[in-house]
């Protein structure tokens, strides 16, 4: 099995490949018409795909923060980890890590995937928050129907935790390896409802 230094996923590595990650985003969200400059980059994930590698990357992020939360959903570990210093990134300050252990999907390749932004609003369901999101983004409330022809997927999920109190609809854009999702609470937020 390679090592997490021949996969590129040392942590070392991989904060070393964040700038050409956050241009590919912010290249996503120009395509979407939507402008995050001014929007939290409330944590980035990173996919894996063995157990063993998920492991490895567990413990050795953990000499960036402490683990916010290790919660089961549609049965895997999510792992979220806080960093102890916030990462600074082309404006943007990541406060968490979210590592997902892997399920039965394999990922094409291995590494960021996505980050995901706060567009604070009380929006229960992926309805309510599709109305938030037309009314913050004109040219995407214009442009949901170019999406499918510019190679962009979009997916709309209510994921939650077991003891999660805080509803946190998703949207996620997807394209070429980089997806952007952009939902109403911090991840903060609802890791702090479940322990309410």
């Not at 230094?5 to 590595?13: A, F, I, R, S």
């Not at 997902?100 to 995901?116: A, D, L, M, R």
């Not at 939650?160 to 070429?176: C, I, M, Q, V, W």
């Not at 952009?182 to 991840?187: D, G, I, V, Y």
Request: aromatic share 8%; proline share 7%.
């Amino acid at each position: 099995m390679q090592t997490l230094e021949q996969k590129g996923l040392l942590p070392t590595q991989m904060l070393a490949q964040l700038p050409a990650f956050m241009a590919r985003i912010k290249q996503l969200a120009l395509e979407l018409g939507v402008s995050l400059d001014n929007y939290q980059a409330d944590h980035i994930a990173l996919r894996v795909n063995d157990w063993a590698t998920a492991e490895q990357l567990h413990q050795a992020w953990l000499a960036y923060g402490e683990e916010w939360s290790n919660n089961e959903i549609n049965g895997r570990p999510i792992i979220v980890i806080g960093f102890h210093t916030p990462i600074e990134v082309d404006g943007w300050t990541i406060e968490a890590l979210e590592l997902p252990y892997p399920g039965n999907k394999p990922y094409p390749q291995e590494g960021w995937e996505h980050v995901e932004f706060v567009i604070p609003a009380k929006a229960a369901d992926t309805d309510a928050l599709k109305v938030v999101l037309d009314n913050t983004f004109t040219a995407l409330a214009k442009g949901w129907d170019t999406l499918a022809e510019k190679g962009i997927k979009v997916k709309a999920s209510s994921p939650s935790g077991e003891h999660e109190r805080l509803p946190n609809p998703t949207y996620a854009f997807k394209k070429d390896g980089v997806c952007i999702k952009l939902h109403p609470c911090s991840l903060k937020a609802v890791i702090d409802s479940e322990q309410a």
